[in-house]
């Protein structure tokens, strides 16, 4: 083996950040497993590596005894100070049993200890990146399809993106640039694995961040997303700034900032509503795009009850219950809507205490479909 040992441990600590004594010392292991094997040698050794001439010795080391049992790990007293009269019994003695080709060997050994252990920082690093990443969006590019997943390259390595987790109405193909959400990164024996989505509301969320300057320094908060993907899905906002309209901001001039979003989830709608911390203003905004007008708590059982003008009551259901379906998840709170006139019937509306809190409700919702279509 060359001196040139010493110039390649130096440009792997710098350019991959291996530190060169983890190297040495895993090449030393290795030799040592190497000279057993290769020589049927059982004996204690230590390998003695100068990496600035590229020699290596291989030293037994044998313990002084009285009486030796296995020459190959003993050696008399009488014989030890032979070599030097100082040892005493129980010393550790040292003798050079290098082989004459040990450095072809040494120099395939090293290489595959040196190969093999960039390999392992060059996954640690890249575990190490993703894992900070996980729950954040990314771009990548559809490299292939199979039956189970969607293979995406994220620059350095590829995801996984399962086929429960891509969106129904889109069409992939290699080539495509498409934005994931990162849902897990695991560290396994092959390497790390990332896997991602694009149906997580997550996906929605993080879109929603970069289109949104508000959202992104924190003026405009999003409390809580409620998605079916591909298909509809709702967002309420909140600002603790009086002056700040959390929907606008999230519409943008002309609908321009959810129109991106939209168009990167191939036409899913989207509605924004104001987030409340009364449970009757937030169900209430949460119905969004029908028009409520009383909202009955009970908050033993986190239910309301709400009721809906007669002519909105397929609009506040929505298509199999979708709307209804979404705005319970998006407020937390059990949901049954009941017409005004099966309301009246069952003495449950009007209330003496219904207080009108939605008369400007068209002001505070948003729903991109029913606005700008």
């Avoid at 395939?108 to 969006?137: M, N, W």
């Avoid at 709400?306 to 407020?331: C, E, F, H, M, W």
Wanted: charged fraction near 35%; charge should be negative.
């Amino acid at each position: 083996m060359s001196s040139e040992l010493l110039d390649a441990l130096i440009v792997l600590e710098r350019e991959k950040g291996i530190s060169r004594d983890v190297l040495i010392e895993a090449m030393e292991a290795a030799l040592i497993s190497a000279y057993r094997r290769n020589f049927n040698q059982a004996q204690n050794v230590r390998i003695d590596l100068n990496l600035e001439t590229g020699s290596m010795r291989v030293f037994a080391r044998k313990e002084v005894v009285d009486e030796v049992f296995d020459p190959r790990l003993e050696i008399s007293l009488e014989d030890a100070r032979r070599i030097n009269p100082n040892y005493q019994v129980e010393d550790i003695v040292e003798m050079e049993v290098t082989p004459k080709d040990f450095g072809r060997i040494a120099a395939q050994t090293a290489k595959q200890v040196v190969t093999q252990r960039v390999r392992e920082a060059e996954r640690g690093i890249i575990y190490s990146e993703f894992i900070d990443r996980e729950e954040d969006i990314m771009t990548g590019i559809v490299q292939r399809l199979d039956a189970k997943f969607i293979y995406v390259s994220l620059g350095k390595i590829e995801a996984l993106l399962p086929i429960n987790e891509q969106m129904p109405n889109e069409r992939y193909k290699p080539h495509d640039r498409i934005k994931v959400f990162i849902t897990k990164v695991e560290k396994t024996t092959k390497g790390p694995q990332i896997f991602v989505s694009r149906t997580h509301p997550g996906l929605l969320k993080r879109l929603f961040e970069i289109e949104v300057p508000e959202i992104y320094d924190g003026t405009v908060e999003i409390k809580s997303v409620a998605r079916e993907a591909g298909d509809r899905s709702k967002i309420s906002v909140h600002s603790d700034n009086p002056e700040v309209d959390p929907v606008g901001s999230c519409v943008g001039p002309k609908g321009a900032r959810v129109q991106a979003v939209v168009n990167e989830l191939k036409g899913e709608k989207i509605d924004i509503v104001k987030w409340s911390d009364d449970p009757v203003v937030f169900v209430a905004n949460a119905l969004s795009p029908s028009k409520v007008l009383d909202v009955m708590v009970s908050e033993d059982d986190k239910a309301t009850t709400v009721v809906v003008p007669d002519y909105q009551l397929s609009l506040a259901i929505g298509k199999r219950g979708q709307n209804a379906r979404l705005a319970a998840k998006l407020t937390g709170w059990k949901i049954d809507i009941k017409s005004e006139s099966e309301a009246r019937e069952k003495g449950i509306y009007p209330r003496e205490e219904t207080i009108r809190l939605f008369d400007d409700q068209d002001d505070t919702d948003f729903d991109y479909e029913e606005d700008f279509e």
